[in-house]
C-alpha cells in the first residue's frame, strides 16, 4: 500500500493502471452489486441495444479508481469524499482499459485534494471520466 | 426487470430499497475491485481512523444504485450517463441503509432524466447525497 503525503504531491503528477475485465469477472461482480441487467450479462438482449455487444458495468471500473485512490495514490490516509463519473462509452469485456488519477488541485490548508480520473480504451478513446475530491491527512 | 417508460414518469416519484452488507461481502467486493484498502476489512487498522470501525467500499452503495437504476427503476432501458457521489458518513458493516433513487428533472425532448440518489441509515442520517443523469430510451 502506498502512501503520498500532500506536501509531496503536484499538480500534474499521476497514477495509471490497467485493467481488462473478463465475463466471469463481469458475472461475479453482478452477483456482488445485485445488478444483475443483461446488457452486462446476456449477449442476446446486449445485440438489441446501442451498444451492440455486453458492456462492463460502469461502477466496476469506477470501484477500479476507488481502489487506486485508497491504496496507491494518493494511498493511505485518503478519506474519499466525493466522484463525479460521466460514462461516455461502452467498456467492452477483454479489452485493455487504462485508468489514469491525476492531481488536479490541491488545498494544503484544508488537506485536500482534486484528482483527475479517467478510463480509456487503448485507441485513448475516453470511456469514463470524472474527478474525485479527497482529504490526505496522513 | 421493471419497466418505465419517461412519458409514465413523474418528478418527485421514487423507489426505496434497504441493503445490509456484511463483512463477507465487504471482503467479496475487496477481491472484484481490487480495493483491499484496511479500512474496510481490517478491525485494528479501521480503529485507528475517523470512523472508528471498519467501513462499508462507497463503490459498493454505488453499485447498488447503479443496479436499481439499471433493473429497477426507471429499470429497462436505462443509459447511465453519469453519477454523482458525496460521500458525507460512513456506511458500517451489518447496519439497515435506505437507498432511494427519486426523479426530479424529467426533459422528453432529449429523453432524459436527473434523479436524485441517496444513502441513508436507520436514523434517517445522511450517508452518501448525489444525483444522477440517466437516458431513457424504451
New interface residues.
Given amino acids: 500500500?502506498a502512501k503520498n503525503k500532500i506536501e509531496n504531491l503536484e499538480v500534474g503528477q499521476y497514477y495509471e493502471q490497467e485493467f481488462v475485465v473478463t465475463e466471469e469477472?463481469g458475472e461475479?461482480?453482478a452477483k456482488?452489486?445485485?445488478?444483475?441487467?443483461?446488457?452486462h450479462l446476456d449477449e442476446k438482449a446486449a445485440a438489441q441495444t446501442?451498444f451492440k455487444k455486453k458492456i462492463v458495468?460502469?461502477?466496476?471500473m469506477?470501484?477500479?479508481i476507488?481502489?487506486i485512490i485508497?491504496?496507491e495514490f494518493p494511498g493511505e490516509g485518503s478519506?474519499?469524499?466525493?466522484?463525479?463519473?460521466?460514462?461516455r462509452g461502452p467498456v467492452y469485456y477483454n479489452n485493455k482499459v487504462i485508468v489514469r488519477v491525476e492531481v488536479t488541485e490541491i488545498n494544503l490548508e484544508k488537506k485536500r485534494l482534486k484528482l483527475s480520473t479517467t478510463c480509456r480504451n487503448e485507441n485513448e478513446e475516453l470511456l469514463i471520466l470524472g474527478d474525485a475530491l479527497v482529504m490526505l491527512d496522513n
Fill in positions: 500500500m469477472m461475479e461482480f456482488i452489486s445485485k445488478d444483475f441487467n443483461p446488457i446501442r458495468h460502469g461502477m466496476l469506477a470501484s477500479y476507488s481502489g485508497g491504496n478519506v474519499y469524499m466525493g466522484q463525479n463519473l460521466s460514462f
